[in-house]
């Protein structure tokens, strides 16, 4: 995995923390948490504050999502907002914490800069034994606290003030005053400066979850979809009147659910032929059965080196079968034409489809395409990294350099144009 961390494929973009007074301010929060302090210096932290330096230090992954269900987070600077996360059980950490930090952006930059904001994303559950518990999840609350417990004391200043207001003989209390100044020195203004969230509560809304071998749950107005494997505890017996539970591998069932929620582009030549989506789907393959052939050397972008390996390898992709059916599908989207999707079975609309741009869930659908094309190692790594570090691993080293090579020059060139281009995103 070097060769990743190198290039920033892994544990990329992250915030460097090296300031003695966040590194203390960091220690602070994990007191808070009732962890040890770090003795790292210098350490990266992704938007929840996860460090994979401190990971590393701990022996334990999991150091600020313990059970994998009331995920903790350290927010030292508002510019946590803009860095990925790293980590996490469920795919929407990331969506939760982004409207966190934009609903609460004037209070977060104010509290940062004298103090550190930890705390949970709390869950209604402690711990998922079954489906059921996943379901039941329909909120979030961010639970908040600072070291110096600032926004308890904006809190307790804010109902001093009001008491002044509001009780006729309050300021004859000498006492509660002097309190009021030693809380005004502290908090300042906080007429100005506020010091307390203004909103904590979000929807838990369609999710990807880690739990019980992964899991999709997708939540629509009159219905919930489960897709995932059968023997995850609580399969079709967690409200089976409310809940529909779908087999991951059974590709028809998938793809119709996709189909008839709105929630998949189907191949239709419009958005194929302007795309070059069967040309990259055609170059990912091949570069996959190369390795597989050629381990020993690293594949080429060039066509006409593709166009001569396919040549050599005839026998080699007709028994396969996939490029020889892109090469009839790009043939039938020709001139803007479609496929009838009863022409074709479910691996092959999957294939050809990509989910429906400005869909609220077009990443999730996206990534969970990626699962049913496992050889497009550029979709699995946009949108689903686990799968693309598992898929890694199993790699020959010139493939794998091969992988970097084109992730680093193609995508990471113009992430957005890149996904823009190809999936409308």
Not at 356 to 373: C, F, M, T
């Amino acid at each position: 995995m070097k060769r990743l961390e190198e290039n920033e494929l892994i544990n990329g973009g992250l915030l460097r923390v090296a300031e003695p007074h966040l590194v203390s301010r960091y220690n602070e929060a994990l007191k808070g948490f009732g962890l040890p302090e770090t003795k790292q210096t210098s350490f990266q932290i992704d938007m929840v504050g996860y460090s994979p330096e401190i990971a590393e230090e701990f022996g334990d992954t999991l150091y600020l999502d313990p059970k994998s269900i009331n995920r903790r987070f350290i927010i030292i600077s508002p510019e946590q907002v803009h860095l990925p996360v790293i980590q996490t059980a469920f795919s929407n950490t990331g969506l939760l914490m982004h409207q966190f930090f934009e609903k609460n952006a004037k209070v977060i930059k104010v509290l940062t800069i004298k103090d550190v904001l930890y705390g949970e994303i709390e869950d209604s559950i402690l711990e998922a034994e079954n489906i059921e518990d996943l379901l039941s999840i329909e909120q979030v609350e961010f639970k908040v606290f600072t070291a110096n417990d600032l926004t308890s004391q904006a809190t307790e200043l804010r109902t001093l003030v009001d008491r002044l207001k509001k009780e006729p003989d309050f300021w004859r209390n000498d006492d509660m005053l002097n309190r009021m100044v030693e809380l005004a020195k502290i908090c300042g203004d906080i007429r100005t400066n506020r010091l307390v969230p203004d909103e904590v509560i979000f929807r838990h809304n369609t999710f990807w979850t880690r739990h019980f071998g992964g899991l999709y749950i997708f939540i629509d107005s009159n219905q919930t979809t489960v897709i995932g494997d059968p023997s995850a505890p609580g399969f079709k017996r967690s409200r089976p009147w409310q809940v529909s539970y779908l087999d991951a591998r059974d590709e028809e069932m998938v793809y119709r659910f996709l189909l008839e929620t709105g929630r998949v582009d189907v191949p239709r030549g419009s958005w194929i032929e302007r795309t070059d989506f069967i040309e990259h789907r055609a170059e990912m393959l091949v570069s996959r059965i190369s390795a597989k052939i050629m381990p020993d050397e690293k594949p080429k972008k060039d066509r006409r080196w593709i166009k001569s390996f396919v040549n050599r390898n005839t026998d080699v992709f007709e028994d396969e079968g996939t490029l020889p059916f892109l090469n009839w599908a790009k043939r039938e989207l020709s001139n803007w034409s479609r496929i009838e999707l009863d022409e074709i079975d479910a691996r092959g609309r999957f294939l050809l489809s990509r989910a429906k741009p400005g869909h609220e869930d077009q990443w999730l659908v996206n990534r969970l395409i990626a699962d049913y094309v496992p050889f497009d190692f550029m979709s699995r790594f946009i949108f689903n990294k686990p799968a693309f570090y598992r898929d890694y691993q199993t790699w020959p080293d010139k493939y794998r350099e091969y992988v970097v090579k084109r992730i680093t020059e193609d995508y990471f060139k113009n992430k957005a144009a890149y996904r823009r281009r190809l999936f409308d995103f």
